[in-house]
């Protein structure tokens, strides 16, 4: 009985720290994510079809935790360097999530320039250490 009661403490001790974590996983060795489509300096009739290619890991649905893999995320008209990589991807136009583990989009974009990026997250949206990002790549929608 003294057994399963300090076992029931260490696990109430536990589940706290498990659920605040925010350590960011490294990605395995190797490990990248790029642009299929489109490419860069590209024109395109909009809406403008996304398709996101990743080596070396796999995808999975948000909220599913199995080891290598994660879901795709995409910047538009936002540098990397204005993302808290720290913290979960909030959900905007800005940072639009594919927890569905989506490799394939459309997006309705305005017509004008537009900067895309690819990041690689977690299931629970957070980045990696080193983070797995695309190249940013310009494309303008007709
Ligand atoms: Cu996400």
């Not at 004008?112 to 990026?117: A, E, K, P, R």
Request: glycine fraction near 8%.
């Amino acid at each position: 009985m003294q057994k399963i009661t300090v076992s029931i403490a260490a696990m109430l001790l536990f589940i706290p720290a498990l659920a605040f974590s925010m350590e960011r996983i490294a990605p395995p060795e190797g490990a990248e994510v790029y642009f299929i489509a489109p490419s860069d300096g590209e024109t395109i009739e909009g809406p403008v079809t996304v398709k996101m290619g990743l080596r070396g890991m796999g995808v999975a649905p948000a909220g599913v935790d199995v080891d290598q893999t994660g879901h795709h995320h995409l910047l538009v008209n936002l540098p990397l360097e204005d993302v808290d990589l720290d913290a979960s991807l909030p959900f905007s136009d800005q940072t639009r999530h594919f927890g569905g583990g989506q490799t394939e989009a459309s997006l309705d974009l305005p017509a004008g320039t537009h900067t895309l990026q690819l990041l690689f997250m977690d299931y629970r949206h957070i980045s990696f250490d080193p983070p797995l990002v695309s190249e940013q790549i310009t494309i303008t929608v007709r």
